[in-house]
């Protein structure tokens, strides 16, 4: 929205800063922090008079986790509430892939709230149907993926663009649609399957989305685009100021969300946020790379998939309890060592991720 204070520039003046999109993504980082802090602390104790109970605890988990009965869920609407309130106000809102992002986002919220309400309400683990949640989240996936097709410039629309190999893109056409979708949705599965520890999964998808955000400015340049050899995609530099305001508004919900947990995310926070990371992915082009960079998703995911297709063939379990972090801690790891350490694999592998920019 402030963009346009720009067009009363005539060079020089205060004014020319809000053309880059540096200066604004700063600005929205900080934006997204501040509001995180004044309005975090009011939030968390609205949530603790409204729920009660809090969020509900599963009697199949680790006896550890029974100590966070009563804690409140939902507050990923800090971390939403931040990102969106900063991005509406710095970004340019005539960009057609920062409404891709920001209505994947949304809908996502929307269907993590729907289960978090459920859950809350009934005190029940359930929540909304999983068929449900996922013909939702398809539906969603599936506007995503076409209209950022559409947006796509002509050589790319379709196109499948493979890390390292340079110049190389797959011509998927019309599978170009599904494969976005996959994308998405397992994007924000993921993350909603890695969030079940105090702060496990806001470090990662802060530093998976500042890496998705770095390469949606360099695809989102030209001169950048020669020098590495990598395909350009006019327009994603704005998602710079989507991924900026995200981050501020992690590091405010962190806050609050270090153990010991003050408040959970909540499916309300994870699908939404796992949707954000896919729905980047697809309208860069580096939907592959984000299984890199997201690698510790994946690993969550496939824990996941790995101990229900074993133990419906076999009737035994590969790991003590999925996803993995669980599995973790019934072997006897405490809470903190396996959230800082599954930040370090989140850290490292985000850098390879980022190092495919320059490998060709």
């Known amino acids: 929205m402030l963009y346009w204070l720009s067009g009363l520039s005539e060079g020089g003046d205060l004014f020319n800063l809000f053309r880059y999109i540096t200066f604004r993504a700063g600005a929205a980082f900080f934006t997204a922090l501040v509001f995180g802090f004044i309005f975090g602390r009011p939030l968390i104790n609205y949530l603790r008079r409204v729920q009660k109970k809090g969020q509900p605890i599963r009697d ?22 931040a990102l969106f309130f900063s991005t509406m106000l710095w970004a340019r809102l005539d960009n057609g892939y920062v409404w891709i992002v920001l209505l994947v986002t949304a809908g996502y ?38 209209w950022a097709m559409w947006l796509h410039p002509a050589g790319l629309s379709g196109q499948l663009a493979l890390p390292v190999f340079k110049d190389v893109l797959v011509n998927l056409w019309l599978l170009f649609i599904p494969f976005g979708m996959l994308v998405i949705v397992g994007s924000a599965n993921a993350v909603n399957l890695t969030d079940g520890l105090d702060g496990l999964a806001i470090m990662p998808v802060m530093i998976a989305a500042g890496t998705l955000g770095v390469i949606a400015y360099t695809v989102g340049r030209v001169d950048f685009t020669d020098y590495l050899g990598v395909h350009h995609v006019p327009g994603t530099g704005e998602i710079l100021i989507f991924v900026a305001a995200l981050i501020g508004g992690g590091l405010g919900f962190l806050w609050y969300n270090a153990p ?21 992915a697809v309208v860069t082009k580096h939907e592959i790379v984000l299984a890199i960079v997201g690698g510790l998703f994946v690993v969550e995911a496939l824990s996941v998939i790995i101990q229900v297709a074993y133990f419906k063939r076999t009737g035994r379990r590969v790991f003590l309890m999925a996803p993995i972090h669980h599995h973790f801690e019934k072997k006897g790891w405490g809470e903190a060592q396996i959230v800082i350490r599954f930040w370090i694999i989140a850290l490292v592998l985000a850098l390879i991720g980022l190092a495919t920019l320059k490998l060709r």
Do not use: C, E
Not at 64 to 81: D, E, R, S, W, Y
């Open 260 to 280: 010991p947990a003050a408040v959970f995310m909540g499916d309300t926070g994870s699908l939404a946020l796992g949707g954000a990371l896919g729905a980047i």
């Open 109 to 146: 919220a929307a269907i993590g709230f729907a289960d978090d309400y459920a859950k809350v309400s009934k005190q029940n683990t359930k929540g909304v149907s999983g068929r449900v949640r996922m013909a939702l989240g398809l539906a969603l996936a599936l506007i995503a993926a076409g």
């Open 60 to 81: 199949d988990g680790p006896q550890g986790h029974f100590v966070k009965a009563g804690t409140p869920t939902m507050g990923g609407i800090l971390i939403l509430a």
